[in-house]
């Protein structure tokens, strides 16, 4: 009996030691802190060849988690697109996306870099460190041009004021002879007097009206002239110019390379900078070869429109003050046939007294 309890009791000591775990590693059945004497690490097997299931959930939570871990980092370095192959094959056909993206980088760079080298090369021409390439023939004739593209705007700013104040004084003239005509009706012995001047006023109100709509012809043959011709020209000058800058930024870095020494590391530098000057070279020269033609053709369309429209704002001027001088010479014969007559004076009042 003795013996038995001291087995039982030996017993519940050793229940004790397995099922109370201590403090400091609280997911070991030991009293050490050592983390390979804990059983989660170690596959507990309850009969021979069965696993634990504590360790057997472990390693699913594991392998899901390297697989989900590597499929992100698969997503996020190859973007691919994936399409279905061919019904009943169970393939897959894989597009990668890695050389648009490259050709778009390229791209960026080779812009980013072509930007640079215009930047500075502009920003030399005006420190007066750089040298500019200067087309003897086209160089004047863009000169003029800008300074045509000036003057003509500005006469055709002055012809549409001339217009704007040649309408008011239209407009004058017209409530002018209006009251005239009605002091003429309310004053009869003033009759002939203020029907005289409200006729002259009137015509010249028709006259006036007339001469600002003639204006008004010229200036929207101007503005055609300047908005659509001469600026369809500009938009060539600035191509010209924007090529001319990257010919020259081109030029100065094939001078640089070629003043260097050469070596195997210079030559392929070199080369390259060669191949991009003569498309730039090629470039140039068919951007001054188009602007040359549409300057030709600005030159003559623009004598042709500024011949026809001077001619008639000149006509116009010349009729508006030759028919107002006409108009004024019967007004003035009539007035002094009229004013002439002894019919029409009537006797003073101290007279009739």
Known sequence: MEREEHRGGASEEEEDDVTAPTEPNMMCNNGHNDVTSCPIWEPICTTKGEQHPLSNSL????????????????MMTEPN???????????????????????????????????????????????GRGSRTVDLDLQPRLEVLKDDQQRYCHVTKLAQTLASQISGMANTHKALGDTLAELSLKTPPLHVEFGLNAESQRFLCKSGESLAASINTFTTGMNTLLNKTIEDTMVNVKQYESARIEYD????????????????????????AQSEFQKQKERYRKTKEDLTVKLNLLQENKVKVLHNQLYLLHSSVSSHCSLCHQHLERSMQEASLRLSDPSTDSLSWLEES
Do not use: F
Not at 249 to 272: F, H, I, S, V, W
């Open 59 to 74: 390693s699913r939570e594991t392998t899901s988690c390297q697989t989900g871990v590597d499929a992100e980092i698969a």
């Open 81 to 127: 697109e994936v399409t279905p192959g061919e019904a009943g094959s169970g393939s897959v056909v894989v597009h990668s996306n890695n050389n648009k993206a490259s050709e778009k980088l390229e791209r960026v760079r080779k812009w980013s870099l072509t930007q640079y080298k215009c930047t500075r090369q502009v920003l030399c021409e005006k420190m």
């Open 249 to 272: 930024a081109y030029r100065c870095d094939l001078e640089e390379l070629n003043m260097g020494p050469r070596d195997g590391n210079t030559l392929p530098k070199l080369e390259q």
